[in-house]
């Protein structure tokens, strides 16, 4: 019998304990669940690519505004590819032949950009030259190409002159 009491007497406060009738103050609601907002600093570097290749490319970033990205670049657009960078950044666009070579050589090309971060300011350590950007004029990626892409600067890009905020043009042509 004395069992019985205490297992009732147990058994409603476990009750009574573990109900949905809980108050809340709203003014507290939330306040331990909602993430804190993330400020996000402003970009150190960006790159506007003018996409005039017959195809969509995308801009690969090691580093965009909170980490790594993709960032689609269609046919005909102008994408402003951005970096907060704490380190380094390299943006990488994979390029692709004319549409109207039937068998083109390479059957795709790379332009890529290196940037790092010292002294308080975003620097180029590499522009496409340096990275040999191919097929380009100046680098082929062999001597049987039949195509290559160009690029056209609103500045210098050189890691000599800076260019950290720049403009580029992409465009592909038969050779």
């Keep these: 019998m004395k069992n019985k009491l205490l297992l009732l007497f147990l058994s409603t ?9 809980k108050q809340v103050d709203p003014a507290l609601a939330g306040t331990i669940t909602d ?5 996000v600093a402003p970009a150190d570097m960006s790159l506007t690519v003018i996409n005039n290749t017959g195809h969509d490319l995308v801009g690969a970033q090691t580093w965009c505004m909170t980490g790594a990205c993709d960032t689609p670049i269609p046919n005909g657009a102008k994408v402003k ?3 907060n960078m704490v380190d380094a950044n390299t943006i990488t666009i994979k390029m692709y032949p004319p549409a109207d070579i039937d068998q083109p050589n ?4 790379v332009f890529q950009m290196n940037y790092q971060y010292w002294s308080g300011t ?11 950007g191919n097929p380009t ?14 690029c056209e600067w609103a500045q210098d890009p050189s890691p000599k002159k800076g260019g ?12």
Excluded: M, R
Aim: one cysteine or more; proline letters at 7%.
């Design 35 to 39: 993430p804190p907002a993330v400020e």
């Design 81 to 83: 590819l951005e970096s």
């Design 13 to 21: 406060f476990l009750i009574i304990g573990c109900s949905n009738n």
């Design 164 to 175: 950290i905020n720049n403009t580029v043009t992409l465009t592909v042509k038969a050779k």
């Design 122 to 132: 975003a620097h180029v350590v590499c522009d496409n030259e340096c990275n040999h």
């Design 106 to 109: 390479p059957t795709t090309g």
């Design 137 to 150: 004029a100046s680098h082929p990626s062999s001597q049987f190409d039949n195509w290559l892409y160009v």
